[in-house]
């Protein structure tokens, strides 16, 4: 891909998340929190309510820690703490970033395990970072050229989920990076700690020379947990882990 600056303003990566048969996509918002769904069934009554009960205790722990959502750097919590406020700062700790770092993945994971029984194939996706439980393989994609529409994709064995790939990038996206890289995708079984992983491996990315450092930083992080990265910086990739790439048309 040529390096550039490529926005998306109306969150067009969604259709990689596409339902197949015996499935459904819909959208669930709650305030900042954006959230596209594939699921067995609409389960968007239910999981708009239960969006409101995560965001409560995490709302209310900032407006008594102001530092928890402002904060670059790991933030401790106390044991009486929420457990989304608890799991973000456990990823912010490992990966060394600010426990905000976390949130996306943190949500998309609490979602898709609150609703896995009801749907045993569920696919939450908030804000570019994704957390999956399926019973079948999965191709997920995760970088294209809007040039030539080129794009590549990872393939999921149906022994992988569930599973999070959360994403970070210094030149489209909402999300704060630190980074010129890009994309940086990561991948672990907790949602937390992969969103965390993005935006820590995403702000150490800023030319094609530092591919090493992010991957060697990567394999760091998997003692912690994280299983794959994928990083893309100026015409460059550089994959770590548990990774297959497909090609995509």
Known sequence: MQPGVFLDFDRGYRRSLRPTKGEVAFQVVVEETDLWIVAEKNLSAQISGFVHELRGPLKSYILAHPEFLTSLSPVGVSERAPS???????????CGVGPMAAVAGAIAQAVAEKFAKASPNILVENGGDIYMFSARE??????????????IGLRLERGA??????????????????????????????????????????????TRSDLTRVVDKAKD?????????????????????EVELVALT
Not at 138 to 151: F, H, Y
């Open 84 to 94: 989304l406020v608890r799991a973000m700062a456990e990823a912010g700790q490992a």
């Open 138 to 151: 999965r191709v997920v994609g995760v970088l294209s050229d809007p040039k030539t529409r080129a794009g």
């Open 161 to 206: 989920f569930p599973l999070s790939l959360c994403a970070s990038s210094g030149k489209f996206g909402h999300s704060l990076s630190l980074g010129q890289g890009d994309l940086v995708v990561a991948g672990a079984k907790d949602g937390s700690l992969a969103d965390a992983a993005a935006t820590a491996l995403g702000n150490m990315l800023k």
């Open 221 to 241: 992080l998997g003692r912690v947990g994280l299983t794959a990265v994928l990083a893309q910086c100026e015409g460059r990739i550089a994959v770590w882990g």
